[in-house]
């Protein structure tokens, strides 16, 4: 997949724990992005990242946090999880130029 | 109205019949347009890219921009049960940090 590595591929959490995904990429590409994907809704951008430490908010960023100190990770932190955030995970990443997503794996996250 | 319109499915059609895909948008600044494919419990590939108006062909596929209709189509001959997978439209305008805006996906099935 492009050099990039998602983990955990599943986790199942409480109702109010923190989570943590973790997306890493070899391709030492600048931009990097976080996506959910739901049944009716699609693919939608939460936060992303152009560069270190450099990041800006999506359509659906309410409840999320991101960090980004090194080129090759960039993590996605669900402060106090909710049921609604039950989702499937993307992280991908975009050379400099052009447009092109490149996509990881996935992360199956279920919130009890 | 959504910025990216793209037919909900599911489509069910016959192995070796001409597959036509469809996505409609409403911002005229969009100049590049891609679409995805998605494997059930994979992240979405890449499978054709765009820039600007016209045609792109690669093998069974096709991808057909018109700008003026502000409409884009991917076209899939002689199907292949292989082919069965969720189809994302994508579209960004130009500018460094500007994102895609996907449609919801399509699904189809190529029944043997």
């Known amino acids: 997949d492009a050099g990039i590595t998602q983990s955990p591929r599943h986790k199942v959490t409480e109702t109010g724990t923190p989570v943590t995904l973790r997306c890493h990429q070899t391709?030492?590409?600048?931009?990097m992005y976080w996506y959910r994907q739901d049944p009716g809704h699609g693919l939608r951008l939460i936060h992303y990242s152009y560069g270190v430490k450099d990041t800006d908010k999506g359509e659906v960023s309410d409840g999320y946090s991101v960090s980004r100190s090194k080129t090759e990770d960039f993590l996605l932190t669900l402060e106090s999880a909710t049921s609604s955030q039950t989702s499937v995970y993307f992280c991908?990443?975009?050379?400099?130029?052009?447009?092109?997503?490149?996509f990881g794996s996935g992360t199956q996250l279920s919130v009890l | 109205q959504k910025e990216v319109e793209q037919d909900p499915g599911p489509l069910s059609v016959p192995e070796g019949a001409i597959v036509s895909l469809n996505c409609t948008y409403s911002?005229?600044?969009?100049?590049?347009f891609m679409w995805y494919r998605q494997y059930s419990r994979k992240g979405p590939e890449l499978l054709m890219y765009?820039?600007?108006?016209g045609n792109k062909e690669d093998g069974r596929f096709t991808a057909q921009v018109d700008k003026s209709s502000k409409y884009i189509s991917l076209f899939i001959r002689d199907s292949q049960p292989s082919d069965s997978a969720t189809y994302l439209c994508a579209m960004s305008i130009t500018g460094a940090n500007s994102k895609l805006t996907f449609g919801k996906g399509i699904t189809l099935s190529v029944r043997p």
């Open positions: 991908a990443i975009r050379p400099d130029r052009g447009k092109k997503l490149f």
């Open positions: 765009t820039y600007s108006s």
């Open positions: 911002n005229s600044a969009f100049q590049y």
């Open positions: 391709e030492n590409h600048r931009y």
